[in-house]
């Protein structure tokens, strides 16, 4: 999706007010956490995928309400297979919700009115976290809202996740680039190394 500059900048400053209003902000990159380490910050690493397991392992008994914002029309059908007795309701919402308003506010009016206990966003950043972060500002959603990324997907088995040797070495992204390079090459390879140039400024800023 491409955006001029004025409303990649609204969506940025959206994407900010959405991180700073949040309960709890997690690191599921190694690769963040290692460079914090050279800046002497302690960044825990809890990778989504793995939060998403566990919450559906230990969390999601029978008669829990979830709702799931994303995913496809299967999604629903092989998550009550294998969690049977938990209430899944789901939105799927049409590819560009951001730059989409009636999209937006359809999808907000969906996570206000479903009564969940547990909302997971499953559409990816930004659109994740601004519309969470909408829904948080109407003051009518119910329950706990999580931006969950495609933690779905690895769930399901849709997507395999790296050899354990290669996520702990900090390689998982290199596993996903290769597992589907035409949908990640640009994230992994022109926005993700971004962090180095922007950790660097910091640390000189912070330093001198």
Not at 117 to 146: D, K, W, Y
Request: proline share 5%; hydrophobic share 45%.
């Amino acid at each position: 999706m491409k955006l001029s500059s004025a409303t990649g900048g609204a969506t940025a400053d959206a994407f900010r007010k959405a991180y700073e209003a949040s309960a709890l902000r997690l690191c599921d990159s190694r690769i963040l956490a290692g460079l914090a380490a050279l800046c002497s910050i302690h960044l825990p690493v809890v990778p989504g995928s793995d939060l998403t397991a566990a919450i559906f392992q230990r969390v999601l008994t029978p008669g829990y309400r979830v709702a799931i914002v994303g995913g496809n029309s299967q999604t629903v059908v092989r998550l009550s297979a294998r969690y049977p007795g938990v209430n899944f309701v789901q939105h799927i919402p049409p590819m560009g919700m951001l730059a989409n308003s009636a999209a937006m506010k359809t999808a907000e009016d969906f996570v206000c009115e479903c009564g969940a206990s547990m909302v997971l966003f499953a559409t990816g950043a930004p659109q994740s976290e601004i519309l969470a972060h909408n829904c948080f500002v109407r003051g009518h959603a119910s329950g706990v809202g999580l931006c969950i990324g495609a933690s779905i997907d690895f769930l399901l088995g849709d997507q395999n996740r790296a050899p354990r040797w290669m996520q702990k070495m900090g390689l998982e992204w290199a596993h996903r680039l290769a597992s589907n390079p035409a949908r990640l090459w640009r994230r992994y390879l022109v926005e993700g190394p971004r962090i180095f140039a922007i950790t660097a400024k910091w640390w000189w800023k912070r330093h001198f």
